[in-house]
């Protein structure tokens, strides 16, 4: 089957502009991460879906972060008024409830905020 | 607070020259040890995953090992299409219900023809 899809692939913003960033996980995958990766740096956790609640929200960087995930499928991560230190790839992983250790990653989003 | 150090940075080896990458961490308390490899413009594709020390796993030609304090990532004869950035990353005991994973900053390995 079809793994982790995330679009945009690449995005680039003005300063100020509000952003979504869309992931479609694999099918039957009841958890769902999202994740930044800064520029030569590991990858931060931002926050963890089961199902369709958001049990963990701790990644968060400040109150413009915000996601939401429906029928325990797709998840949006929007990030309003984007500043320049938002440019990242943000990476999206989804994984079996039973498994939650073996994450499988989409390509990410690669976001620049100008 | 959960810390992972992967050593070293880059790494450039000429192919089926045998190599070791670290990953140092410190944790309260291990629940999983994870390896991943990242190719450029990709996601991280899932490796290995260790529990206790002692263990090891192999794949082709890569074995991982893990103790109290670290992890190892051998390359045996490595090809040049094992060049990629690999990520180790670890999670707590106490990262509760998310579980979630804390991860190094990754070792670039570059295999010369």
């Known amino acids: 089957g079809a793994g982790v899809s995330q679009s945009p692939s690449n995005k680039v913003t003005e300063k100020g502009k509000d952003v979504e960033l869309r992931c479609d996980p694999i099918s039957g995958h009841t958890a769902l991460y999202w994740y930044r990766q800064r520029l030569g740096q590991g990858l931060e956790f931002l926050i963890y879906?089961?199902?369709?609640?958001?049990?963990?929200k701790s990644g968060l960087p400040s109150d413009r972060f915000s996601a939401e995930r429906t029928g325990e499928s797709v998840s949006t991560l929007t990030i309003q008024r984007t500043q320049q230190e938002d440019s990242a790839v943000y990476l999206c992983?989804?994984?079996?409830?039973?498994?939650?250790?073996?994450?499988?990653f989409g390509p990410g989003t690669r976001l620049l905020v100008l | 607070e959960d810390q992972v150090t992967q050593s070293p940075e880059a790494l450039r080896l000429q192919e089926g020259e045998s190599s070791s990458l670290n990953c140092s961490y410190t944790v309260s308390g291990l629940r999983g040890l994870f390896w991943y490899r990242q190719d450029p413009g990709k996601g991280p594709e899932f490796l290995f995953t260790l529990y206790s020390a002692g263990e090891e796993k192999e794949k082709e030609r890569l074995k991982a090992t893990l103790t109290k304090k670290e992890s190892f990532l051998h390359i045996t004869a490595p090809k040049p299409e094992d060049s990629a950035t690999y990520l180790c990353?670890?999670?707590?005991?106490?990262?509760?219900?998310?579980?979630?994973?804390?991860f190094g900053s990754g070792t670039q390995l570059t295999v010369l023809p």
């Open positions: 992983a989804s994984s079996l409830i039973q498994t939650v250790e073996t994450q499988y």
């Open positions: 990353a670890v999670q707590a005991l106490s990262s509760g219900s998310a579980r979630q994973l804390t």
């Open positions: 879906f089961q199902g369709n609640s958001a049990p963990d």
